[in-house]
Each structure stands twice: as structure tokens, then as C-alpha cells.
């Protein structure tokens, strides 16, 4: 007998019928996409009461290792906890046998408590703080990323794929190059159409700084949680999508030391109970609502690099003049800031937030970005005068943690991300960075033999 399949999935298989297998996944704290594929038996049962997926997924490094410091290994006996469909996830996938689907899933407790590893949960207890102010955020998200060639270089680093045009490996390019976008467009093509075959809102895409680096931004949305959920979907597009077409893709934040960093920025404005933006306004710095905001992000801004620069490349990109801010400063149409308003019509009139690198968590960032907002506009914050010029000469704010380790601490300790983001969610997020730091830095580099062992 048959299953009698109902709601999303009865839909979804009434139009693809040709579906055996669904592929079910979560995203760690370093997105990386950890899960099970399933066969059509277990459908049902997945729909209605999950799939058990350990708790230690979020206790993972960047390696897939367990770290044990976080209590979620052997000390909690490695339990499974139910994992749940997130509505409106479960999609076709296209770069695969018509045969197999993709769902996205959350995780939750056997007694049906969110779990409080799962980054969708902490930015939902964000969400429901505006919730609570009748505030609703729309989230629009840009990535940046590299095109690169399958071969790595002699030394093991990445390079530059053969032009598909003219077949030479570029080392540079021209910003917003159209020539650069013609030479990538059967790859920037397919991307499209898988997005679309997803429901992924993809809009623009242009040519960044960086031989083979493109930027795409998603629709603004308002629904934060689902903006994020598409834009992870995003980054699993463009790296299969990529590996069809005989390359790679990344969103390493620096994969070469002289070229653009990449990075990950969000634009949020504010809609009241009647759907207005609170944030509409001729002249920024008259805005309240919007002054409030600002205040409130950038008070904050120091105390969650952590989160948006997650890892040790991470902060290669943190350089003077390379459009990635070193300092808590807001702006009027000026990319050298790390909270900029960018230029447009009243009632489009928004916050970007340009801090953080393409490997960031987009739930994390965005609960950050929104919980430094809701802080500034409870507490009516004011922020510092509005910058002009140059954002990498004179006094431009607060200096931002450019090292890793310190950038840790400073999360580690801070009573701000506590309240809004979780007192356990903040032991498990350090505990697993620190780990990575000390795993990362015990190893001896090229480099430092090359520098230093021939002198000393």
C-alpha cells in the first residue's frame, strides 16, 4: 500500500514524481551541511517526526571533529535529538538525478524545545524580541565568492581558473567588468536556474576586484529566518553548480593574500505593525529610529567579530583601504564603513552591515546584527557623529579586534551577547572557536621555516 503523503510533501511529489531519495541537512556553525540521505520509505515518518541527528553536529570544527570541551561528545553519549522540516525547503536539485530531493531541517529536543545549539533557534529568540516591539526586519543578503581552478598550485594554494573565453588564468580584473561576467555567464547562467528551480531570489551579480570573484545578491525578504535558509541553499548552488562547469567555488574570505577579500553583507530595514518603514527618511541622521539603530550596532560591533569573522582566514581580510572596516564608524554611502546607509529613495532607506566575511554563519550574523539593533532602539542610543572621507585616517570609532584569539575573548565575555544570543549558545560557540585556534596554531608553516629557521 502505498503512503497517503499530505501537505508540502504530498505537493512537492505530486510535481516530481520521479523523487526516490531526499537529501536532509542542517547547517553547523561553520555552514558547513551535515546531514543523511533518505529513501522515499522514510518520507513519511521524516515529515511527521523528524530525523535523529546528534547534537554533537553542533559541536562540530571546521573538520567535522567532536570537541568534547562543549559536553555534547561522550558526556551526553552522543544523543540523537529530533531534526524537523523547515517549511518551504524541500526543493528539486537539479545538478543531481531527477530522482533526489534536498530539505532543509532544525534541530530540536525529544521533549520538542528548540536546541539551543542550532544557530536558526538564536536568531528566532531574536526575532521574537521585535516580535514583542510589533517590528518586523527585511533582510537582504549579499555574497561574494571566487571562482577557482580544481588544481591547486606547486605550494598547495589556490589559483585562478582558465578563462572560459579565452583560456589564459587571469591574475586580475577590472571591477564590474562586463567582459568578466560575459567570460563566466554559461556558469552565472545555470546558477540562475537552479536558484530559480530552488526558489532562491537571486537579483544582480557583477564582477568584484579579484580574478574570478563575483558578487549576487538575494531578494530582501520579510522573513529573516527565511532569508537565511535561501542564502545558505545559495552557497550549496554555486559550489555544485561550479563543479559542473569544471571549477571550484569558495567563500573563503581571503583566498589570496594580494587580491579582494570576500565578504558578506546585510541590509536590514524595519517594518511597523501597518508595514512601514521606520527607517523612511529624506535625511538619515534625522531619523530616530534610525539613529537608534545605528547606535545600537555599532556599541556592539566589537564584541561580535567572532561571529563574523568566524576563522583564521577570516581576518586576512582586516587591511587598511581594501573596503573592510577596522573600526565601529557609520557612513552615508561610504563602503569604508562598517555601518553604512546606502544611497536611495526615502522609503528604501536601510542599514548595511559590512563587517563580516563570506564564511560567516548568516543566521548568527543576521541575530547579531538584529540584536545590536533592538539594544540601541530600546535604549534610544545615539551614535557618534557620521563619518566622511577616508574611513582608514584619522580617529573613525572604535577599533575592531583584528586577531583572532582576542576577537574570542571579547565574545566570550560579553554580557550583550549573553542576553540576546544565549548563555549556553555563547559557551558552545567559544568553546568549539577555541578549539579550532589551538588546533590551527600548533601547526608549523612553510612560511615561518622559510623566515625564520636560516637567521636563527
Known sequence: MQPSYTGELAEFLRNHPATRFVDVFLNDLNTVERGKRIDRASFETLFARGMPLPGSMFAADVLGGTIQATGLGFDDGDADRPCLPISGTLQPVPWLTEDVAQLQVTMHELDGRPFFGDPRHVLTNVLNQFAALELTPVIAIEY??????????????????????????????????????????????????????QQVPATTALAEYGPGQYEVN????ADALRACDEALRFKRIVKAVARRHGCDATFLPKP?????????????????HAGRNIFACDQPEQC??????????????????????????????????????????????????????????????????????????????VAWTLAGMHHGLSQRLEPPPVLAGNA?????????????????????????????????????YCTVKRAELAEFSSYVTPLEIDWYMGPL
Open 392 to 428: 582608514y585616517k584619522g580617529k573613525a570609532g572604535e577599533p575592531l579586534p583584528t586577531q583572532w584569539d582576542t576577537a574570542i575573548d571579547r565574545l566570550a565575555a560579553s554580557d550583550f551577547a549573553r542576553r540576546y544570543l544565549g548563555e549556553q549558545f555563547v559557551d558552545l
Open 144 to 197: 561574494e565568492f571566487y571562482f577557482v581552478d580544481c588544481e591547486r598550485t606547486a605550494d598547495g594554494m589556490p589559483q585562478p581558473p582558465r578563462s572560459p573565453l579565452t583560456g589564459r588564468r587571469e591574475h586580475k580584473t577590472q571591477i564590474n567588468s562586463m567582459h568578466d561576467l560575459d567570460a563566466y555567464s554559461q556558469v552565472l547562467g545555470e546558477i540562475d536556474s537552479v536558484c530559480r528551480a
Open 256 to 272: 589570496y593574500r594580494d587580491m579582494a577579500g570576500s565578504g558578506l553583507h546585510v541590509h536590514v530595514s524595519l517594518l511597523d
Open 288 to 365: 530616530a529610529a534610525l539613529r537608534h539603530a545605528i547606535a545600537g550596532t555599532l556599541t556592539t560591533l566589537a564584541e561580535g567579530v567572532a561571529i563574523a569573522a568566524p576563522g583564521p582566514n577570516s581576518y586576512r581580510r582586516f587591511r587598511p583601504e581594501a573596503y573592510v572596516p577596522l573600526h565601529a564608524a557609520w557612513s552615508i554611502n561610504n563602503r569604508g564603513s562598517a555601518i553604512r546607509i546606502p544611497a536611495s529613495d526615502a522609503s528604501n532607506r536601510r542599514i548595511e552591515h559590512r563587517l563580516a566575511g563570506a564564511d560567516a554563519n548568516p543566521y548568527l550574523l
Open 218 to 221: 538575494l531578494q530582501h525578504c
